[in-house]
């Protein structure tokens, strides 16, 4: 009976150190606002504290709530992500900026990824930035990762 107790602590140990787990956290250097991070159906995720996804984070939208922003980050700099390990090849993460209407530059905005694929990142600084999207087909400003549990840090106001 100890034996069969053992083992299955030891499994559920093992198997909980080898689960997919992705942390999204902010830095917020601009003195003001609020890091919103909004998950698939409109759930809020955080409110500026870091976020631990207990799997994949699929589809989550990101944005410095300035008390000007709509609730999906219409009128601001917007981070969209999806972090996840890879099922397949090229199927891994993938996160950037959106400036399409209804959203509007609004403060400095960037993001990088951490533990896996560190220093792939994008910062934008400006409207006109080549950094993030501006149309629907500019598929180049995605930044891509394939590493298992990677994780994301957005900053406001580099």
Do not use: K, W
């Amino acid at each position: 009976m100890l034996f069969a107790a053992t083992f299955a602590f030891l499994a559920l140990a093992v198997s909980s150190v080898s689960a997919e787990q992705h942390i999204v956290s902010f830095d917020n250097r601009c003195g003001f606002g609020t890091p919103t991070l909004i998950g698939q159906g409109g759930q809020v995720l955080s409110t500026g504290g870091a976020y631990v996804s207990p799997g994949a984070l699929i589809g989550a939208i990101a944005y410095l709530q300035t008390g000007s922003c709509g609730f999906n980050g219409d009128g601001c700099t917007m981070v969209e992500t999806t972090l996840r390990n890879p099922p397949s090849p090229g199927a891994g993460s993938s996160t950037d900026l959106t400036l399409i209407a209804p959203h509007a530059f609004s403060v400095t905005t960037g993001f990088g990824y951490y533990n896996g694929c560190d220093g792939a990142g994008a910062d934008c600084n400006n409207a006109n930035c080549n950094t993030a999207f501006h149309v629907f087909n500019d598929n180049q400003v995605q930044v891509q990762c394939e590493a298992n549990n990677v994780n994301l840090v957005i900053t406001f106001c580099l």
